[in-house]
């Protein structure tokens, strides 16, 4: 999958997350609930990676649209 490199990939199998069906159907922002819990540092950047990776894009071909959704729910957290 794009932007799922060796260190995320093993972050997300430590989350319960191993195949690219199981982050599909978990969806970027509960796969980043899940990274987070295991490395507070886990950044908004990991969190546009998470969803271009379920769209099949490289993260900066994300619409902005999307990434402004995902900027919201990352705040909403760290407030």
């Excluded at 999958?1 to 995320?8: A, K, R």
């Excluded at 609930?33 to 950047?45: E, V, Y």
């Excluded at 769209?55 to 909403?76: G, I, P």
């Amino acid at each position: 999958m794009p932007n799922i490199g060796s260190n995320l990939a093993e972050k997300l199998t430590l989350a319960g997350i191993s195949t690219p069906a199981d982050l599909m159907q978990t969806g970027a922002e509960n796969a980043f609930i899940r990274l987070k819990t295991i490395d507070k540092s886990t950044c908004i950047n990991c969190l546009y990676a998470l969803e271009g990776a379920i769209q099949n894009v490289r993260w900066h071909s994300l619409t902005m649209d999307r990434k402004n959704e995902l900027k919201s729910f990352f705040n909403s957290l760290t407030l």
